[in-house]
T-cell receptor
Framework: DGGITQSPKYLFRKEGQNVTLSCEQN?????MYWYRQDPGQGLRLIYY???????QKGDIAEGYSVSREKKESFPLTVTSAQKNPTAFYLC???????????FGPGTRLTVL | QKEVEQDPGPLSVPEGAIVSLNCTYS??????FMWYRQYSRKGPELLMY????GNKEDGRFTAQVDKSSKYISLFIRDSQPSDSATYLC?????????????FGTGTRLTIIP
């Protein structure tokens, strides 16, 4: 089955720690995205990548970092510089020439 | 002002009713419109995708776009308890691919059996 997988489903972090969220897709999509979802605020774009070894900041990139070494993978690191990291993180991808994005199941990060 | 406005609800309707969900947007450059359904603690699932003005129907779901008033709607006929979810509208300016989507905040819908 083609799709997007995210791991882990739940993640707990102590303040001051960096954590990395995994996102993998086997849809052969060129573009991948990371969003953050908070109650009442909808989806906010953190980073996106249109091609391997290239990525751009979204609207709320501060405190986050990404890499795109393979077409299938787009991991997100939440650094200790992110002041309010507790949220639901969603990875998405889309096909070149199409606007609709397809989402993974999400990772819920909680900072203790 | 947000580029896409959506009433957060919550909205509760009895089973079998017709549901109307709506968004307004301010940027006239938006041409592509999507509706996503998101169950609690899950990722959003694409329901409908439309281009420019007009209607698109898929089973019990109808998406409607009125670009003159910058208004988009999703209608659900014969609503079922399984339709209980949060519904997100999303827009894009072009179809060049890799375009950022602008999302509404979502409307939480509950269908009462």
């Amino acid at each position: 089955d083609g799709g997007i997988t995210q791991s882990p489903k739940y993640l707990f972090r102590k303040e001051g720690q960096n954590v990395t969220l995994s996102c993998e897709q086997n849809l052969n999509h060129d573009a991948m995205y990371w969003y953050r979802q908070d109650p009442g605020q909808g989806l906010r774009l953190i980073y996106y990548s249109q091609i391997v070894n290239d990525f751009q900041k979204g609207d709320i990139a501060e405190g986050y970092s990404v890499s795109r070494e393979k077409k299938e993978s787009f991991p997100l690191t939440v650094t200790s510089a992110q002041k309010n990291p507790t949220a639901f993180y969603l990875c998405a991808s889309n096909e070149e020439g199409r606007e609709e994005q397809f989402f993974g199941p999400g990772t819920r990060l909680t900072v203790l | 002002q947000k580029e896409v406005e959506q009433d957060p609800g919550p909205l509760s309707v009895p089973e079998g009713a017709i549901v109307s969900l709506n968004c307004t947007y301010s940027n006239s450059a938006f041409q592509y419109f999507m509706w996503y359904r998101q169950y609690s603690r899950k990722g959003p699932e694409l329901l409908m995708y439309t281009y420019s003005s007009g209607n698109k129907e898929d089973g019990r779901f109808t998406a409607q776009v009125d670009k003159s008033s910058k208004y988009i709607s999703l209608f659900i006929r014969d609503s079922q308890p399984s339709d209980s979810a949060t519904y997100l509208c999303a827009t894009a300016r072009s179809n060049f691919g890799n375009e950022k989507l602008t999302f509404g905040t979502g409307t939480r819908l509950t269908i009462i059996p």
